[in-house]
């Protein structure tokens, strides 16, 4: 059974920063044979697919925070990353982490472990 833990969100100004944080917990440790991403939700809304990283260090990321997000994954520490700059108003909404232990991950459907949330307030 897998478990994320999702930290780093709070309240913070337009323009500034936030680094969050998911670690996975079972999954052998230093391995690299997962996908991890990064959504978010507002309320009466869809869940919205935010960012990716493959075993192989692909990523991807959806246009609304191209040159602002950076997703990145620690493998020794079974974490993944979410380093947030030039936080926006539309940015404000609660944020997963997702995993799944393939190498790469089409949709959001394909994931099959999720964290709780962190809430990201944008004013």
């Known amino acids: 059974h897998v478990q994320l833990v999702e930290s780093g969100g709070g309240s913070v100004q337009a323009g500034g920063s936030l680094r969050l944080s998911c670690v996975a917990s079972?999954?052998?440790?230093?391995?690299?044979?997962?996908?991890l991403a990064w959504f978010r939700q507002v309320p009466g809304t869809e869940r919205e697919g935010v960012a990716r990283?493959?075993?192989?260090?692909?990523?991807m990321y959806t246009d609304a925070v191209k040159g602002r997000f950076t997703i990145s994954r620690d493998n020794a520490k079974n974490t993944v990353y979410l380093q947030m700059n030039s936080l926006k108003s539309e940015d404000t909404a609660l944020y997963y982490c997702?995993?799944?232990?393939?190498?790469?991950?089409?949709?959001?459907?394909?994931?099959?472990?999720w964290g709780q949330g962190t809430q990201v307030t944008v004013s």
């Open positions: 079972t999954f052998t440790p230093g391995s690299s044979r997962y996908c």
């Open positions: 990283i493959g075993s192989d260090g692909k990523v």
């Open positions: 997702a995993t799944e232990p393939m190498g790469w991950v089409l949709t959001l459907g394909g994931f099959g472990y």
